[in-house]
């Protein structure tokens, strides 16, 4: 019997300091024996384990088209996470996964893609997107509406970059206050959401970002008239086993582990309001 | 079905057959603490209570504390069985006998959980290896129990003094003899053991049953209906009845850690020098805390009102919803035990009240 509480070995072939307060790391992880490597979908995660100080959760920043290595970024915050921050390449991790459900791309076939994130929460967006644009024939119009506090804290800088050349996505840059040096938009995500309007016609959207974020976006959208069944967000709790199994992650009735972490709307709608 | 019979001061020569198989779990009181220990070369006999155990059986299954896998200088190694302290070398398989039907009950509600039922849907698709070792062909003797005791509540919830699910057997104390029934498959394969101290139960024995079980369930209060209940759950979420029940607990967990139905597990890794240790997990409740509290220092249930939402709600609603039952066989342990007297029964009737009260005023 498949025995969900054990880890396999990875290791990290690259690791980049991601924030300009060094307080987010990225990790290229690559499995130690090929044959442990797994098929998921943009929005799973994983569990990494450092042995001896524990595992925490994750989501998978990295496209399924990406083959040669699995990405996440890693905010310093607890024992864990500090852990994960002391380890140079080539050192050993421990991941269980792909753990979770994840966002519904079949259902994108064919129909516009908006993309709203919001500080480090931009992880498995970034998955999200690099698999669209891996298969960008499959989908229409993928806009990108991208913020966070200051320019330094933006993740994933150089593809941003090359994002922004591109002439089949539309990216929108912002940040909390004007900064010297900053060419583009300035203010909150709901409000440059407000600002861009993009169009409920034909079309998905994704909403990942700090509560207070979310909070405000939400209605933004609903005021463009999107349908609470087609925008999806993902949900973070503090987790164990991510099988659903140890009782902790749960809002109402639904394991965040198991059941999300990616929600509609319309699904969240039906839950108890735990904050 | 047939039955038999077993006389009492023949027990020992039961137990001891079945050591020669199984590793056996019994009730023995202990320091005025009755709970499940497991046959040594110098304990054979069970602690008869009439009522179910202080501590529940559930740890012989899902024990307080247990290594998921240890690591040495990066490799890891999961247990090859399962590994509690009390394992023998030459059995793994597990027998308890003298269990009572409620906790016998839960075994079954767990097993939904762990994957160990048919329907693996219903456990999100993964199974718990370590719970399914030590349950795979365990064979359970529940004795029903005689005079259950004034916290008991059973009833309320299908169950009863001599209810038989998940039971391989069960034993109805009619004197100087049990009543041995046989429930399951592997029950009657067991009564087929040659060398048994049993024979063939009498008409006499089986009425003699008949009363005794009457008798033990006319001591139990009136059940209250919760047929209800979960939907009753559904619109309480944001009602002010949780400030008025949470209001005395201390948030102690005695409640949870003595529940048979109560599963939340922390998993924690525990460091011996720099290259070897174990991951370990370890019994937690929803009633701490630090149970949902993230490293940014958020939690999405500070105070007791929402702990004790929790755990309400997941007997009586979640639990429903996801795994076809309610979380709580009425073994009245959390009301034995609550150090502010907290009583799940009047939990359950306030709630119901407060629907009452909600329903008249539309």
């Known amino acids: 019997m498949e025995n969900p509480y054990i880890p396999v070995p990875v290791k990290a072939k690259k690791i980049t300091v991601e924030s300009d307060d060094k307080t987010l790391r990225t990790y290229d992880l690559v499995f130690c024996n090929e044959e442990e490597r797994f098929e998921f979908l943009p929005g799973q995660f994983c569990q990494l384990s450092i042995l001896g100080k524990g595992e925490a959760p994750f989501g998978i920043a990295s496209s399924p088209t990406e083959k040669e290595f699995l990405k996440f970024t890693v905010n310093r915050v607890g024992v864990v996470t500090t852990a994960i921050h002391w380890l140079e390449e080539g050192e050993p991790i421990g991941l269980r996964g792909p753990l979770g459900n994840s966002y519904p791309v079949e259902k994108f076939k064919g129909c516009n893609v908006v993309i709203i994130g919001g500080g480090f929460a931009f992880t498995t967006l970034r998955a999200l997107t690099v698999y669209l644009l891996a298969k960008r024939q499959d989908f229409k119009d993928i806009t990108v509406i991208y913020g966070a506090r200051r320019p330094g804290l933006l993740l994933y800088q150089n593809e941003l970059a090359q994002w922004e050349k591109r002439d089949d996505l539309k990216l929108h840059l912002t940040i909390d206050e004007a900064v010297s040096g900053w060419n583009k938009r300035v203010g909150f995500v709901p409000t440059v959401t407000k600002e861009v309007a993009p169009s409920p016609q034909n079309a998905w959207v994704v909403v990942c970002g700090p509560p207070i974020m979310i909070k405000y976006t939400l209605p933004v959208l609903s005021e463009l008239e999107f349908p609470p069944e087609r925008i999806y967000t993902s949900l973070e709790r503090r987790m164990k086993c991510g099988v659903g199994k140890c009782g902790r992650c749960n809002i109402g009735p639904k394991y965040v582990c198991v059941d999300g972490p990616v929600f509609s709307y319309a699904e969240l709608q039906k839950l108890p309001m735990e904050e | ?362």
């Open chain 2, 1 to 362: 079905m047939a039955a038999f019979k077993i006389k009492k001061k023949r027990l020992k020569e039961l137990i001891d057959s079945l050591t020669k198989e199984y590793r056996v779990f019994i009730p023995v009181e202990s320091d005025g603490v009755s709970s499940f220990k497991e046959v040594t070369s110098d304990s054979h006999l069970p602690t008869i209570n009439s009522h179910n155990t202080d501590r529940p059986p559930k740890e012989i299954f899902f024990p307080q504390t247990e290594t998921l896998f240890t690591y040495k200088e990066g490799k890891i190694s999961p247990p090859e069985q399962p590994n509690t302290k009390y394992r023998t070398p030459n059995t793994d398989k597990i027998a308890i006998f003298g269990a009572s039907p409620c906790d016998v009950k839960s075994f079954s509600l767990l097993d939904r959980l762990f994957g160990m039922e048919r329907n693996v849907a219903k456990c999100s698709g993964y199974k718990d290896a370590y719970w399914i070792n030590r349950r795979t062909n365990a064979l359970i003797f529940t004795i029903g129990c005689n005079y259950p005791l004034s916290t008991c509540f059973c009833n309320w919830l299908n169950g009863g003094p001599f209810t038989k699910e998940g039971s391989d057997l069960l034993l109805t104390d009619i004197g100087e003899d049990f009543l041995v029934e046989p429930c399951s498959q592997n029950g009657e394969e067991f009564i087929k053991t040659k060398g048994l101290p049993i024979q063939k139960a009498a008409k006499v024995d089986i009425k003699r049953a008949s009363t005794v079980r009457k008798e033990a369930e006319s001591t139990l209060s009136e059940p209250v209906d919760i047929t209800s209940l979960k939907e009753g759950l559904d619109t309480l979420w944001d009602n002010p009845v949780w400030n008025e029940i949470a209001y005395k607990c201390l948030s102690c967990a005695a409640c949870s850690y003595l529940c048979p139905t109560c599963y939340c597990f922390d998993i924690q890794d525990e460091r011996a020098g720099n290259a070897r240790g174990k991951r370990i997990r370890v019994w937690d409740s929803c009633m701490f805390s630090l149970f949902t509290k993230e490293a940014s220092g958020h939690n999405p249930r500070p105070s007791s009102k929402e702990r004790m939402r929790q755990r309400i709600m997941h007997k009586f609603n979640y639990f429903v919803e996801n795994l076809g039952d309610f979380g709580c066989v009425g073994c009245g342990r959390c009301i034995r035990s609550c150090p502010v007297n907290m009583d799940i029964r009047e939990v359950i009737n306030t709630i119901k009240n407060v629907k009452l009260t909600i329903s008249n005023e539309k």
